[in-house]
């Protein structure tokens, strides 16, 4: 049995990607005109920038990786 209320999302997903193009750039542009023609108030924030000094380096070394760290991709059954 489908849902009803995905049925619907998913419609509407297919028809924005549609009248988009499938280009996530457009996706993105129409929903940002929707959202300020929906005259709702919506918070921005300034960019985030990362601080160096937090960074930790990382190493693709396996030999790094400690001893009993799982590193595989899990299975799909």
Do not use: N
Not at 25 to 50: D, F, L, N, Y
Not at 55 to 60: E, F, G, H
């Amino acid at each position: 049995m489908i849902d009803p209320i995905v049925a619907e999302i998913r419609a509407t997903r297919e028809r924005i990607a549609e009248e988009s193009g499938c280009d996530v750039h457009a996706i993105a542009e129409a929903a940002r005109k929707r959202q300020q023609a929906s005259g709702v108030r919506t918070v921005s924030r300034p960019k985030r920038v990362p601080d160096a000094s937090l960074a930790k380096p990382v190493s693709l070394d396996p030999e790094s990786v400690p001893s009993g760290t799982d590193t595989s991709a899990p299975t799909v059954s």
